[in-house]
Structures are given as C-alpha cells and as structure tokens.
T-cell receptor, first 115, second 113 residues
Framework: DVKVTQSSRYLVKRTGEKVFLECVQD?????MFWYRQDPGLGLRLIYF???????EKGDIPEGYSVSREKKERFSLILESASTNQTSMYLC??????????????FGDGTRLSIL | AQSVTQPDIHITVSEGASLELRCNYS??????LFWYVQSPGQGLQLLLK??????LVQGIKGFEAEFKRSQSSFNLRKPSVHWSDAAEYFC???????????FGKGTKLSVKP
C-alpha cells in the first residue's frame, strides 16, 4: 500500500513564526500536492510538484512556499504564520507517466493552529 | 470552467438502508473520476476510481459508482449502509499527467441506528 506520512498530526505555532510541514511518500511517485481543508470550503490546492525541484502554484498559494529537494519529500512552508492559516493541511501523492496520472493518495493530515 | 458539484451537504440514512450520493462534474476533456471517504480527523481514503471501460465501477467497503457521460454524473451507491460508513465523502475529477484533481465540497453522511 502507498504510504504518505505527514510529520505532525497536531501543531501549534505563534503568529509570525516560520512553519515547516513535512510530507514523505514511499511509492516513488512523481506528483505531490499540498491542500488545506476548511469547513464549508472543501479541499483547496496550495501548491503541487510534478518532479524534483519543480513546483506549481495551486489555487491559494499566497503566504506559502514549498520545497522538493528529493523525490519522496515535499515540504510546505508558512513564511510568516498568520491566524488565518489555522487549518487542516493534507499532503497527497500520485504517479504520473506519459500523460497519465494515477489517483492521489493522502496522508492523515496536520491540524495546524496559529495563535 | 471545470467544477464538481455535490448537491447534498448532509444526508442521514438508517442502518441497513441503501445509499446514493450524487456527484455532477463539468470537465472539458475525458474525465478521470474518483470518490474518497474521510473519517473525522483523518486524511482521505480512495474508495474507487473510473478511468475508462465499464461505466459501473466497484470499490472498497462494498461501494460502487456509475459513470453517466450524458448526465455528467458519477453517483456513489451502497446497497446496505453500516454505522461505520458515517463519514464525509468527496467526489473528484481530474486528468492529465500532473494528476491535478478538482474536488467537490463533500457530503457528510450520518447513519442512524
């Protein structure tokens, strides 16, 4: 089975801090994604990456950056955390080859609270 | 514009009753379609997927879904609901090599004894 591991289930940080959320997948997937999930808004794509050192903005990239130095690891960075970034963050991965991508597999999520 | 609509925000069914969750999509190319389930405090688990071929697809936990191109729908069904099926269900559509998905806003399922 695909395993997507997010480094923390719960995280509490203070306004203005730089926050790192880590995600690791064990299936050699090309594609990796970061979403945030808020009640009534569903899942919103923050950033995704289809290869090492490649990144693409999703629907709500403002206030976030990402890093993908190795194929298995995709990090989400909150440059200066704000209270409106309190949310559930979900990481996902999928394989991609020759114009086709498989289903996304998700981690358990990180519930981040910014005080 | 590409979109996914799940018309029902919250559905309550009795244990043992049948279930159908609705999903309609708008997508410019041949869609790949997915249903995910999320238990409270957890990530999303893939229930089933449709890429091509037979329009009735079987998934895990006794779920199935039917792709109807003429109606742009991909409804999820289960003949007999169990209390453990209480969760939130998300329909998603996507395609292309980068695998981006567009998610519906979800349908929360409650199961009464």
């Amino acid at each position: 089975d695909v395993k997507v591991t997010q480094s923390s289930r719960y995280l509490v940080k203070r306004t203005g801090e730089k926050v790192f959320l880590e995600c690791v997948q064990d299936m050699d997937h090309e594609n990796m994604f970061w979403y945030r999930q808020d009640p009534g808004l569903g899942l919103r794509l923050i950033y995704f990456s289809y290869d090492v050192k490649m990144k693409e903005k999703g629907d709500i990239p403002e206030g976030y950056s990402v890093s993908r130095e190795k194929k298995e690891r995709f990090s989400l960075i909150l440059e200066s955390a704000s209270t409106n970034q309190t949310s559930m963050y979900l990481c996902a991965s999928s394989f991609g080859f020759a114009g086709f991508a498989g289903p996304q597999h998700f981690g358990d999520g990180t519930r981040l609270s910014i005080l | 514009a590409q979109s996914v609509t799940q018309p029902d925000i919250h559905i309550t069914v009795s244990e043992g009753a049948s279930l159908e969750l609705r999903c309609n999509y708008s997508y410019g190319a041949t869609p790949y379609l997915f249903w995910y389930v999320q238990s409270p405090g957890q990530g999303l688990q893939l229930l089933l997927k449709y890429f091509s071929g037979d329009t009735l697809v079987q998934g895990i936990k006794g779920f199935e879904a039917e792709f109807k191109r003429s109606q742009s729908s991909f409804n999820l069904r289960k003949p007999s609901v169990h209390w453990s099926d209480a969760a939130e269900y998300f329909c998603a559509v996507g395609g292309g090599s980068q695998g981006n998905l567009i998610f519906g806003k979800g349908t929360k399922l409650s199961v009464k004894p």
